[in-house]
């Protein structure tokens, strides 16, 4: 499969904790995107980390990019019950397309 | 903020019944792109357009057809509904100097 691949499928946490989440790829990239969908909802872009990029920040967010192992993380600091979603990494190619993961289902525990 | 709309939430459809999923956006995006998620296979993506009349095949084009006549409005068409067709059908677009892809809220569509 082209797809990424997430892990793990499912992360619980406390509030306060960090979560993390990992994708791995197979293919080459322009880029490797982020994205959260709260549930039944649509996606909402997070961040995005070029292929010549090592590491970004935004906010409580850490995303990590190596692309000698084909592999990305996305960090969270002191989650929050608020940050209870799915979240997608996307690997971005020419001409703008997206090549999704399954996605990791986090729930944060008051 | 980029705005975009599918034409409804929830879409109940029998087997054989042609179904017509509109999207809508309103930030002049030149890509429109169409993907349905199911559980455990993340999302895939079925049709896209980088231009009015322009059109090309995703990864899972089979039992669909789109349609562009205006720049705003991407269609997503199942000529004939199938039960492997449930599914969350997801509308996103995207300007065409830029990687972001921004979704609409979804369609949940259950064929019966």
């Known amino acids: 499969s082209q797809q990424g691949e997430e892990d793990p499928q499912a992360l619980s946490i406390q509030e306060g904790e960090n979560a993390t989440m990992n994708c791995s790829y197979k293919?080459?990239?322009?880029?490797l995107q982020w994205y959260r969908q709260n549930s039944g909802r649509g996606l909402v872009h997070l961040i995005l980390?070029?292929?010549?990029?090592r590491e970004k920040h935004s906010g409580r967010l850490r995303v990590t990019l190596d692309t000698s192992k084909k592999s990305s993380s996305l960090l969270i600091t002191a989650s929050r019950a608020a940050d209870t979603a799915s979240y997608f990494c996307?690997?971005?190619?020419?001409?703008?397309?997206?090549?999704f993961g399954q996605g990791t289902i986090l729930t944060v525990h008051p | 903020d980029v705005k975009v709309t599918q034409s409804s939430r929830y879409l109940v459809k029998r087997t054989g019944e042609k179904v017509f999923l509109e999207c809508v956006q309103d930030m002049d995006h030149e890509n429109m792109f169409w993907y349905r998620q199911d559980p455990g296979l993340g999302l895939r993506l079925i049709y896209f357009?980088?231009?009015?009349?322009?059109?090309e095949k995703g990864d899972i084009p089979e039992g669909y057809s789109v349609s562009r006549e205006k720049k705003e409005r991407f269609s997503l068409i199942l000529e004939s509904a199938s039960t492997n067709q449930t599914s969350m059908y997801l509308c996103a677009t995207q300007d065409r100097d830029q990687e972001t892809q921004y979704f609409g809220p979804g369609t949940r569509l259950l064929v019966l």
């Open positions: 357009s980088y231009d009015v009349k322009m059109k």
């Open positions: 996307a690997r971005g190619t020419s001409y703008g397309k997206l090549t």
């Open positions: 980390i070029r292929s010549n990029e």
């Open positions: 293919t080459s990239i322009n880029n």
